[in-house]
């Protein structure tokens, strides 16, 4: 079936609003869109094999596009590189509120490799990755509201830390282990709850209900 819908200079319009009694649209706008086919450059280059180091890793990752936390490992280095065409924000902009398309918050170009987040050898010897933040002040896309604090990968940190070296097989035991856990009762709950025990309750009803 044919699909047709409207699009504007910043996107596709996903729906509508209503400022001051006008009616505007709303666009998603996306840097990659419709520059996907872009990062298979990078993929060839790791399928055939051209990547043999953790520098020519970086180099390689960085022409990825899309949003991703990349590894690397040989017999001597280890390396993390996070991908994406990250756009610099325009003074103002707040990614958790939608702009005024007027031209006043365009996007004022794009991260340098140089300024993703990235690494090689840590002190730690261990890169560890769930998904997660790659680097402190690294913010989530617009519509991802889950870099806080606490996150899944905090689950694996001590596990993996308790032993000096690791084999493919103790680190998949981790990751089965944390992976049947709740990290909201593992890593918050206990500390709600001992908040919550040196506090007075509201009422006689949440006093039962503790």
Same mark, same amino acid.
């Given at each position: 079936?044919?699909?047709?819908?409207?699009?504007?200079?910043?996107?596709?319009?996903?729906?509508?609003?209503?400022?001051?009694?006008?009616?505007?649209?709303?666009?998603?706008q996306?840097?990659?869109?419709?520059?996907?086919?872009?990062?298979?450059?990078?993929?060839?280059?790791?399928?055939?094999?051209?990547?043999t180091?953790?520098?020519?890793?970086?180099?390689?990752?960085?022409?990825?596009?899309?949003?991703?936390?990349?590894f690397?490992?040989?017999?001597?280095?280890?390396?993390?590189?996070?991908?994406?065409?990250? #756009? $610099?924000?325009? *003074?103002?902009?707040?990614?958790? %509120?939608?702009?005024?398309?007027?031209? !006043?918050? /365009?996007?004022?170009?794009?991260?340098?490799?140089?300024?993703?987040?990235?690494?090689?050898?840590?002190?730690?010897?261990?890169?560890?990755?769930?998904?997660?933040?790659?680097?402190?002040?690294?913010?989530?896309?617009?519509?991802?509201?889950?870099?806080?604090?606490?996150?899944?990968?905090?689950?694996?940190?001590?596990?993996?830390?308790?032993?000096?070296?690791?084999?493919?097989?103790?680190?998949?035991?981790?990751?089965?282990?944390?992976?049947?856990?709740?990290?909201?009762?593992?890593e918050?709950w #206990? $500390?709600?709850? *001992?908040?919550?025990?040196?506090? %007075?309750?509201?009422?006689?009803?949440? !006093?039962? /209900?503790?």
């Open positions: 079936q044919p699909v047709a819908f409207y699009e504007s200079a910043h996107g596709p319009i996903v729906g509508y609003a209503t400022v001051k009694g006008t009616r505007v649209a709303i666009a998603t996306r840097s990659t869109r419709g520059r996907e086919l872009l990062s298979a450059e990078a993929f060839y280059a790791l399928n055939t094999g051209k990547v180091s953790a520098s020519s890793f970086l180099k390689t990752m960085a022409k990825v596009e899309f949003s991703f936390n990349w690397y490992a040989d017999d001597r280095d280890i390396a993390l590189f996070s991908s994406g065409r990250l #756009p $610099v924000r325009a *003074a103002g902009t707040d990614p958790a %509120l939608p702009t005024v398309g007027t031209g !006043a918050y /365009e996007w004022k170009g794009f991260l340098t490799p140089a300024r993703h987040a990235q690494g090689v050898n840590p002190p730690s010897g261990v890169i560890l990755n769930w998904n997660n933040k790659p680097a402190r002040n690294v913010g989530a896309a617009d519509s991802n509201f889950s870099y806080g604090p606490v996150q899944r990968v905090d689950l694996f940190t001590p596990k993996i830390a308790k032993l000096r070296k690791h084999t493919l097989a103790s680190v998949v035991s981790v990751m089965n282990e944390v992976a049947t856990q709740d990290l909201r009762v593992v918050v #206990p $500390v709600i709850r *001992a908040v919550l025990a040196g506090s %007075l309750c509201a009422n006689a009803v949440a !006093a039962n /209900e503790e």
